[in-house]
């Protein structure tokens, strides 16, 4: 976890019974409760936000995409030659 200055907050509201079993948890892990929430939040948000940016394809899939990009007579199309193009002219 990032150590940096506290200096951001959340707050939210939750059912008693479920913080309990927060509270419970923490101490069995020998953490604070609010080390335990920002561990755990963050441990979270990093798990979607991979899931998020990675695409799983299926074993056809893979084969098909991989069978595409070996092709010898494959060539760019407009978008993609424009994009390499603007792509380039970022990079001076």
Same mark, same amino acid.
């Given at each position: ?19 309990? *079993? $927060? @509270? ?14 920002? &561990?755990? +939040? ?5 798990? *979607? $936000? @991979? ?14 995409? &991989?069978? +595409? ?24």
């Amino acid at each position: 976890m990032a150590t940096g200055a506290r200096d951001a907050r959340l707050n939210f509201r939750l059912p008693s019974d479920l913080k309990e *079993v $927060i @509270e419970e948890a923490a101490a069995s892990l020998g953490q604070s409760v609010s080390d335990f929430a920002v &561990s755990t +939040l963050v441990q979270q948000a990093r798990s *979607v $936000i @991979e899931q998020r940016n990675v695409t799983v394809l299926s074993d056809r899939d893979r084969d098909r995409f &991989s069978d +595409l990009l070996d092709e010898a007579e494959a060539r760019p199309n407009a978008a993609l030659t424009k994009a390499a193009k603007r792509y380039k002219k970022q990079l001076g």
